[in-house]
């Protein structure tokens, strides 16, 4: 009997001498800088972006800490109007590479989070070949990001799941739900709304994408001059995304002065029954109309 304990005393000590030597082997040897040249080459391979760093270091067993980066887009890329770029500055990245995965499955796993100006944006996303081409799953989990610019500013509270071949995450499947807290509403296509500056306390919606089409499942806002709720509402994705066509109906309750605001723009509304409002065409030139009355949006 005690030859048999010792025997298992000794066959557990060189598993684990074998495993630490493995990972202590591992975390000397691992390619680092080359791993942090492919990613850069990879990510300006499959965008318009440049991509800089102020410095970086890297962690046990794999992870990776990124400080100062500065990626350079085409202005196109985000939506953007106009030629030229755009310099988007990120505070840090931290990843994680799942190493047993990566070694067993095949499925490379990466746990990363961004932290910017504007907020904090954690997440995985994952990577396996099938059918000789690279196939991505991206999950989102509580991101929390404060926008202070013109048109639609507020506290984003984002989480989803998107899969996806190749480059294109739009030509995928995915969900989207997100709450927009103390919400200000300005300016819509880049044009300014005619009752002015509309806030919200709340604002929640929730949609679905597949192969480039966007189905709003939901959308709900609470605010000081109207209530919102989506009656129905498709996106459909093209390049540019400003050119993208949208489709959404909507109910709105007025509230205070806006109830006697509408009876301006619309005539024989009485302000007792909800608003019924369409938007329609392409993001960049959208049509808008209330009760069947379009409405010009600008000055």
């Not at 040249?37 to 760093?53: F, G, H, S, V, W």
Request: net charge neutral; charged share 20%.
């Amino acid at each position: 009997m005690k030859f048999q304990k010792e025997k298992l005393f000794r066959l557990l000590f060189y598993v684990l001498f074998g495993l630490v030597t493995f990972v202590f082997f591992m975390v000397l040897t691992f390619p680092f800088d080359l791993m942090e040249k492919k990613m850069i080459r990879q990510i300006e391979a499959n965008t318009p972006c440049l991509l800089t760093l102020k410095d970086s270091r890297y962690g046990f067993p794999v992870k990776v800490f990124w400080n100062g980066i500065r990626t350079t887009c085409p202005k196109h890329i985000l939506g953007l109007e106009g030629a030229g770029s755009v310099d988007l500055n990120i505070q840090s990245l931290t990843a994680s590479l799942s190493p047993l995965p990566l070694l067993f499955q095949q499925e490379a796993r990466i746990r990363f989070v961004i932290e910017s100006s504007i907020g904090t944006l954690p997440g995985m996303l994952t990577l396996h070949e099938k059918d000789h081409q690279p196939h991505f799953a991206l999950t989102l989990t509580e991101a929390r990001l404060t926008i202070k610019e013109t048109g639609l500013s507020g506290t984003f509270l984002i989480k989803g799941e998107s899969e996806w071949v190749n480059q294109d995450i739009l030509e995928g499947t995915g969900k989207l739900i997100f709450t927009i807290e103390e919400g200000r509403l300005s300016e819509f296509a880049g044009k300014a709304l005619p009752i002015g500056e509309v806030t919200f306390s709340s604002i929640n919606g929730q949609l679905f994408w597949k192969e480039g089409r966007a189905v709003i499942e939901t959308l709900s806002a609470q605010g000081d001059l109207a209530d919102l709720e989506s009656d129905s509402g498709i996106l459909l994705f093209r390049t540019p995304p400003e050119n993208s066509l949208l489709t959404l109906s909507l109910r709105a309750i007025p509230k205070g002065s806006l109830k006697e605001m509408a009876g301006l723009f619309i005539q024989g509304y009485n302000g007792r029954e909800p608003l019924r409002i369409r938007m329609n065409g392409p993001l960049s030139a959208p049509q808008l109309s209330m009760n069947g009355k379009a409405v010009r949006l600008g000055f």
